[in-house]
């Protein structure tokens, strides 16, 4: 099997656990390819020079699956190196929270030994597309699309239609297209809708709105959106899945659902409520910490 691992430069201190990943991959015989990046880090900082098959970069041939070693960020980072290939991700948590990255350090042994059983489900996520005044070198989010004001501008004007029927205009910081994936993220922090995955929705939510009765609305997920921003500052930001651009007010966007899913590897025993239940520790008394 032929496996590539990404990871976080800020988490290569958890140089024990890595080097026990790559010592069980070594056991089951597998090709190992490793971001250029991370590996540098890894060999510069910590010494750590593993025997690998080679170095990814976007020109390697096709990989059987792909570990994502940190947190959601390294996962997004991940995807987005991923794009359309019909490459498996595993998402191994060494950061904090871990909505995407949801395979603990302690649970890879037996996660690794199930993967190479073929004991292991795989989980479609949708993305979205947005097309935009200029090129963009991966145009897809599999979080959310965020457009923000800039710093501290005022707020920005975003004029939205739903497959061309005038909405509303929101007066905010910034508003939010999320998907099921991203409604644990920003749109959380927002007061956004938790949307199960099995949803064919994405929830479109305001940043400090103007006004109060502008609330999240839910939406279904074969729905075109023209986003039409204004903003006195001349200039505000959108932002796919973090990787920010700057545009010029009066820019116009269309966004709509990726033709392609990225597949996550899960365990068999895994699921969605289990993740909500412990990332957010539902029916847990704090107190008791």
């Known amino acids: 099997m032929k496996i590539g691992i990404f990871g976080n430069e800020h988490h290569a201190e958890k140089q024990n656990f890595i080097k026990e990943l790559f010592d069980r991959l070594k056991k089951h015989n597998a090709e190992i390819w490793v971001e250029e990046h991370f590996y540098r880090s890894l060999s510069q900082t910590f010494a750590f020079t593993p025997e690998i098959t080679g170095l990814i970069d976007r020109d390697t041939f096709p990989l059987d699956m792909v570990f994502s070693v940190g947190g959601d960020g390294t996962f997004l980072r991940t ?37 190479f059983r073929g004991e292991y489900g795989l989980e479609e996520k949708s993305l979205l597309q947005i097309e935009t005044p200029v090129l963009y070198p991966h145009p897809y989010a599999l979080n959310e699309i965020a457009v923000l004001k800039r710093d501290t501008t005022s707020m920005i004007a975003v004029s939205v239609y739903l497959n061309n029927e005038f909405l509303t205009v929101y007066l905010a910081d910034g508003l939010l297209l999320s998907t099921p994936t991203g409604s644990t993220a920003y749109n959380l922090s927002v007061n956004g809708p938790i949307i199960l995955s099995q949803s064919k929705n994405f929830v479109l939510s305001p940043v400090a709105p103007h006004s109060l009765n502008m609330r999240p609305l839910v939406i279904p997920d074969d729905f075109k959106i023209r986003l039409q921003v204004e903003s006195r500052q001349k200039n505000f930001l959108v932002s796919l899945d973090g990787r920010s651009t700057v545009f010029a007010s009066g820019s116009e966007f269309y966004i709509c659902k990726a033709d392609f899913t990225l597949k996550v590897v899960k365990r068999l025993q895994q699921n969605s409520y289990d993740t909500l239940r412990k990332k957010l520790r539902w029916g847990t008394d704090v107190r008791m910490d």
């Open 79 to 115: 995807a987005a190196w991923v794009g359309r290939q019909p490459i498996p991700v595993l998402g191994i948590n060494t950061g904090r929270l871990g909505f995407l990255a949801d395979i603990s350090s302690s649970e890879i042994e037996k996660t690794i030994e199930e993967i």
